[in-house]
């Protein structure tokens, strides 16, 4: 039977992707908790929404299938068993797993047909929205002036980092911060409950029940079965171990590639910095790269289950290895140039969507980068970025594909 997911490559024609349109929740978030949710900055929403309807069409444009991640969560909960599991779960890990709080959410949730409950979710459920007669000392004594009974979640647009499909399987992430953490709930619920993927040997590499913390952005396909993932300020190198070990055992995959790129949050994800564009070129930030240098681990299957490691430098030199290519074309994000190329990747300059060999989606107000591909023969399309950019996420981050053709070679 041919998997529901079947990704083998970041350059193969994209057939199939997730996408989700920003809704109330980044309405919900305010200066005093911005940092906490991981944004800098307040996207207007009804722009957001036109610019993300825009990279959809795009996308739809070229023959690509369009799913949206919350008509995925809804359609997996149409049972009233599997609605109600669910619930339990994200209320518990949304701080709420008994008491009177628990009872009002979820009779505020469950008075909501399933769409409409998945979206309050998402948007995030404000303590004036429920009446409880009951609260804690907690709720009376320390979190008075905490407006929200369920914080939303604005980073959900960024589809690309609770889970990532590799090969016919996928991961289900657990994230690094609170923020973002009850977001691969839905994936997990998606995966196993939505007609779609349910029962059709979807194989879950990893789940999201780990101490270790893993995300999509970190996670690159490069080829059949070689798969590059960051050392980052979201992915930990004992997960990447982790990976490492179910992937040799039980895939096709024989060679990890692991980047270590500096921990903070303009860089939070290796695509930030990285990404392929084509079977020989790569859009590289060239802040990460200290005269061509940066700190690589090459992972092997060992002996007895255990992994081999290699460390190397010269980042060129390792993809022309592992990929088998006389020459790799690392093109720099703004040209190189001191103050572009940091410009340009603060609003993710470096993150293109790769739809097919050459061809990228990539957003319209990095110029100098968008005008340097072109130079280097790939096809750009461009997208609408002024809202979408202040989430800290691009044509990348803002996708996850489901499927995507085998490359010929
Ligand atoms: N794959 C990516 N680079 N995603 C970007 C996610 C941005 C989001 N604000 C976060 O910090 O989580």
Redo the contacts with the bound molecule.
């Keep these: 039977m041919q998997s529901p997911i079947h990704v083998t490559s970041e350059i193969g024609k994209l057939k199939t992707v997730m996408l989700h349109r920003p809704g109330h929740e980044i309405e919900n978030v305010y200066p005093d908790i911005l940092h906490r949710m991981?944004?800098d900055d307040i996207p207007y929403l009804p722009i957001a929404q036109e610019e993300h309807d825009y990279f959809a069409k795009t996308l739809k444009d070229q023959g690509i299938e369009v799913l949206y991640f919350a008509k995925l969560a809804a359609e997996a909960l149409a049972d009233d068993q599997v609605k109600n599991e669910f619930l339990e779960k994200m209320l518990a890990e949304s701080g709420h797993a008994a008491g009177a709080v628990h009872d009002a959410l979820k009779e505020y949730l469950l008075s909501m047909d399933t769409q409409a409950m998945v979206d309050k979710i998402i948007a995030g459920v404000r303590k004036d929205e429920i009446h409880t007669k009951f609260v804690s000392l907690a709720e009376m004594a320390e979190d008075a002036d905490y407006p929200f009974f369920m914080d939303p979640m604005p980073?959900a647009y960024?589809t690309?980092?609770p889970q990532a499909s590799i090969g016919d399987g996928i991961t289900i992430n657990h994230m690094t911060f609170k923020a973002?953490q009850r977001e691969s709930l839905f994936t997990e619920y998606i995966i196993k409950h939505n007609p779609r993927f349910a029962n059709k040997g979807v194989h879950v590499w990893r789940d999201r029940y780990h101490d270790t913390r893993i995300e999509?952005?970190d996670e690159l396909v490069l080829s059949d079965h070689v798969f590059a993932i960051g050392i980052s300020q979201r992915t930990s190198a004992d997960a990447i171990m982790d990976i490492a070990r179910n992937l040799f055992k039980d895939s096709n995959y024989d060679t990890v590639v692991a980047i270590h790129i500096p921990h903070n949050h303009a860089m939070?994800?290796l695509?930030?910095v990285f990404t392929m564009i084509n079977y020989d070129q790569f859009t590289v930030h060239p802040q990460i790269l200290d005269g061509g240098k940066i700190d690589t681990y090459i992972l092997h299957p060992g002996k007895d289950g255990e992994v081999e490691i290699q460390h190397r430098t010269d980042l060129q030199k390792v993809l022309e290895e592992v990929l088998d290519k006389p020459e790799i074309d690392l093109i720099p994000t703004g040209n190189g140039d001191p103050i572009v190329a940091p410009r340009e990747q603060w609003n993710d300059g470096s993150?293109t969507l790769t739809i097919a060999p050459g061809e990228v989606v990539t957003y319209d107000r990095n110029y100098v980068s968008n005008d340097l591909l072109r130079k280097h023969g790939i096809l750009v399309h461009e997208v609408r970025s002024s809202e979408l950019s202040r989430?800290?996420?691009g044509p990348?981050?803002m996708s996850c594909p489901i499927v995507r053709e085998d490359l010929k070679n």
């Design positions: 991981l944004v980073n960024f690309r980092d973002r999509g952005g939070m994800h695509d930030t993150n989430g800290r996420g990348r981050c």
